[in-house]
């Protein structure tokens, strides 16, 4: 989900910023640590993206793995049909989610990570639930595999689109009295509070130029693409990284590029060089598909499409509404992270940021890649596109494919409909008065404004 993957070995001579080198040396450098950390008596905790507690885990002294990162790091390079056909092989449906049929088949084939070395067995799976059934089960297949506990932080649902101070404070419970309390076990250590406050110190700044990088899409023309060029973005933050000062320096560096492109006047970087003209901004909810990354980029930057903002890269993190890591409040703050992750909103919710995105980048459209076995993403997603078009005035189109399973990314099909869309929008720029599609037929959830 993330910026690790674009480093790939995918990519065909790409050009990149230093900020783009300083992190795949960061990577790198994660997966040796993975890789010798039985010999180097280090202790592993697999956990997840969304409301995940990287901040705790390096106060503890205990490494990251992260499953989703590396299933779509397998799917840049190739990998996962692979590890998919190992996974339908051993009984997982052809509907079950792509990461995990990845993840299992990798597990199954030896258990070798992306970069090719040994992935660590866990010490114990830290699932912090945010909006996704099938990470609960997802684990409780590893538990089987890897006979290790499983630390569960239940995060309520933010079904009425708001976090009320009980729910905070359930989550606060359940940090104080049983998480932290296993991982000290797992760890052999006390937690430092004192280190814990300086980590969340280090995410804030983190989060601070993050969201000024996120915002210059509003600028014309864009110096960023916030969804293609915004999963470079993401990566430290959204995974092994966020609370460290390799992180912190990272953010700035990029922001400090970012700043100079928007003064020089200049769009994104894309894998085949310097974005030319910025013909349409839009907007992107949904993942993209990660093997045939490239591929989907191309499609947009070659129409000089530029996606001035994504819903996808705020699965880690909603920083552009306000929220910051605080050091004063540890506790409340990650339950905080937690309960506010994109895949934790109502879809009212959902609906009302894209349309802020629309609205402030001034977008001419909104598109939606609707990802077959993610249903955490899709569900909701035409009735969404439907009522985005009513408030917004722009047009909306829809595609579909997988997160890494390549039978589903149709380019030639895609390829089409994403022509038509443009044209579309070309269309309704030239003449505001055209009408709209008609909203999706069918019996569709009602969905209302959050208050």
């Known amino acids: ?36 950390a039985r010999e180097d008596g280090r202790k592993v905790v697999y956990t997840f993206v969304p409301g995940n507690l ?100 239940h995060v309520p649902y ?72 915004g999963v470079y973005y993401v990566g430290p933050i959204f995974s092994a990284f966020r609370g460290t000062e390799e992180a912190a320096t990272y953010y700035q560096e990029l922001r400090t590029e970012v700043d100079a492109r928007a003064a020089r006047g200049e769009g994104p970087m894309t894998p085949d060089g310097p974005m030319g003209k910025e013909k349409y901004r839009l907007v992107v909810e949904g993942p993209p598909c990660w093997t045939s990354f490239n591929d989907f980029w191309h499609m947009f930057s070659s129409e000089g499409a530029v996606v001035v903002a994504s819903t996808y890269t705020r699965v880690g993190g909603l920083y552009d509404t306000g929220f910051r890591h605080d050091p004063e409040h540890p506790y409340e703050s990650m339950a905080d992270y937690c309960l506010g992750c994109y895949t934790n909103l109502n879809l009212p919710s959902r609906v009302d940021l894209l349309e802020r995105y629309v609205k ?32 917004t005035g722009v047009p909306g189109g829809f595609i579909e494919s997988d997160l890494v399973d390549a039978r589903y990314f149709g380019k030639a099909n895609i390829s089409n409909r994403l022509q038509s869309f443009f044209q579309m929008v070309e269309a309704r720029r030239a003449r505001k008065d055209l009408p709209l599609p008609p909203p999706v037929e069918g019996r569709l959830l009602q969905l209302g404004r959050t208050a």
């Open 1 to 36: 989900m993330t910026a690790q993957v674009i480093g790939s070995e995918a990519q065909a001579n790409p050009v990149k910023d230093q900020s783009q080198l300083r992190q795949k040396r960061m990577i790198a450098d994660h997966y040796k640590r993975l890789s010798t």
């Open 54 to 153: 990287t901040e705790l885990l390096g106060a503890l002294d205990l490494l990251p793995v992260l499953p989703e990162i590396n299933a779509l790091q397998s799917g840049m390079r190739g990998k996962s049909a692979g590890y998919i056909a190992e996974a339908e092989k051993a009984g997982h449906s052809e509907d079950v989610c792509s990461y995990v049929k990845c993840d299992l088949g990798m597990s199954l084939k030896g258990n070798l990570g992306p970069t090719g070395e040994k992935m660590p067995a866990p010490d114990a799976l830290l699932l912090s639930y945010t909006g996704c059934f099938t990470f609960m089960k997802w684990f409780e297949i590893l538990r089987e595999q890897y006979q290790c506990p499983v630390l569960m932080l």
């Open 158 to 229: 933010q079904g009425d689109g708001s976090i009320t101070p009980e729910m905070r404070r359930y989550v606060v419970d359940q940090l104080r009295h049983e998480i932290v309390p296993a991982l000290e076990k797992i760890a052999g250590k006390k937690l430092d509070e004192a280190e814990l406050g300086r980590r969340l110190a280090a995410s804030a700044r983190a989060e601070d130029d993050l969201v000024k990088v996120w915002e210059s899409g509003k600028k014309r023309p864009s110096p960023v693409d916030g969804y293609f060029g």
């Open 360 to 391: 402030e980048y001034e977008a001419d459209g909104f598109l939606v890649n609707s990802v077959k076995s993610c249903n955490s993403f899709s569900v909701g997603q035409l009735q969404m596109m439907r009522i985005l078009q009513e408030r």
